[in-house]
């Protein structure tokens, strides 16, 4: 008898499919997606298991990014997923809900002219259907003639900066109750703003790809640098014009890849205006939602 059939599981037919297909804004040019198709540029997305639910209902895993990294892993099959463009990660989220629960997506909004608190749906399909190509490079000339080239921030950067800013709000939220010496909250209050301005710095230096020091003679070549230590020692000792065009860049990039804008109707005063759609994980994937 042919042993080998007894540990064929004859279940494996019936494990799920990608339910559709999606292109990333970035494309894979920043990082490294090993399921994309070479014809098409696709990537599949599979529905969400059991266990991806169960992670996601665990507060402490979805805030550090454990959560998110072991079910885009599921859903995708990349395994760089801390190396994601930001740009990719809404593409990922939203096209995994639509496998998962459908194309409907509840968001809350608040009217801009009456205040009236509401709900409303918008449709997946056609969000994911203003999904449109980044550029292959982004380039800031500064006033003293550098070139700099910027990239998408990582998942893990924003992950990193998400994480940082609720330990911090915890911590002030915490001396703001707190009736002691006044002097020992004041520093622990600039420790805190000290740390979130080193970490800013830290997150636009990584969103440097490379520096390049233009040639002071004719004949010579340009300088490039990508070392990351001087990137970053070099971030934080320009001057504050210098570093906003590098950060006005990255936060245009960044804000490209997907229409995040809702137009929507009040159905209180029938006020009509634009919300900007933000896909907070913690709230995102609310089950019964």
Known sequence: MNTNVKNVNPLEGYL?????YVQLPSRGKFSTVDTKSEITDEIPIFPMTAKDETMLRNPDALLNGESLVSVIKSVTGIQDV????????DVILLASRLATYGKDLEIKSTCTECKHEHEF??????????????ND??????????????RPYTFKDTQTA??????????????????GDELKKLVTFNKSFQAMADLNIQILANSVIKVVIPALEE???????????HILAWVQGIGKS??????????NVNGEGLDRNAKITCP???????????????SFFDLGS
């Open 268 to 282: 209180e005063c029938k006020h009509e205006y634009t919300q900007l759609l933000e896909f907070n994980p913690s």
């Open 16 to 20: 799920r499919v990608p339910k559709l």
């Open 82 to 89: 801390y190396n994601l463009a930001s740009n990719d990660l």
């Open 137 to 150: 490079e982004y380039i800031v000339t500064l006033d003293n003639g550098l070139t700099v080239y910027i």
């Open 219 to 229: 004949d010579e070549d340009p300088t490039i640098v990508t070392d990351r230590k």
């Open 121 to 134: 749906d918008v449709n997946i399909e056609a969000i994911l259907e203003t999904v449109t190509e980044l």
């Open 242 to 251: 210098q570093a906003d065009a590098i950060l006005d860049e990255a936060n």
């Open 162 to 179: 998400a994480l940082q800013a609720f330990r911090e709000t915890t911590e002030l939220n915490k001396l703001t109750q707190d009736e």
